[in-house]
């Protein structure tokens, strides 16, 4: 897998479309999930790997779901994994996990509202305090204009 990982880094690096990057997974990562895929499957096979192990248990689950793990060979666009989604939802568990310690119901209203505000500016690359700042200042001046100093007009466009 460490192979097609860096695969994809390569076709990252060159800026391919996804409809290029879709064909350059297909010449050369196919090759590589072509050779994981019975391999797996041996494992049982051979008895090498007890099924109601872990091991087995991740060995099953990769079989199982094979279709769409290489979702990435057919689909345009597809990721090589579900990292985006899970560093996610791991902001929003860590989040209510932190809020049973807020001591007003009003306290955790206010965490709720700014973890609202400070998640979307991470997924954006934008600095939290920038954009909070920006919005300060539009705020107080009341006409809506950009600020040219500030890199946080991705995350405005978002929120519109």
Not at 1 to 11: F, I, S
Not at 38 to 61: H, M, T
Not at 84 to 109: C, D, M, Q
Request: some cysteine.
């Amino acid at each position: 897998m460490g192979e097609v990982y860096g695969y994809d880094t390569q076709a990252e690096e060159q800026g391919l479309s996804p409809e290029e990057r879709l064909r350059f997974h297909q010449e050369h990562s196919r090759p590589v999930m072509e050779k994981i895929n019975p391999l797996l499957a041996a494992q049982f096979d051979e008895k090498k790997v007890e099924p109601n192990s872990g091991l087995g248990a991740a060995i099953r689950y990769v079989v199982r779901h094979w279709d769409r793990l290489t979702l990435f060979l057919h689909q345009a666009g597809a990721p090589l994994d579900s990292n985006l989604v899970e560093r996610a939802l791991r902001k929003a568990i860590l989040h209510r996990k932190n809020s049973l310690f807020y001591k007003t119901e009003n306290g955790a209203e206010v965490g709720d509202l700014f973890m609202s505000l400070v998640h979307p500016c991470e997924l954006n690359d934008a600095n939290p305090f920038d954009y909070l700042s920006l919005g300060i200042r539009r705020d107080s001046r009341g006409d809506g204009a950009g600020d040219p100093s500030c890199s946080c007009e991705r995350v405005t466009a978002c929120g519109r």
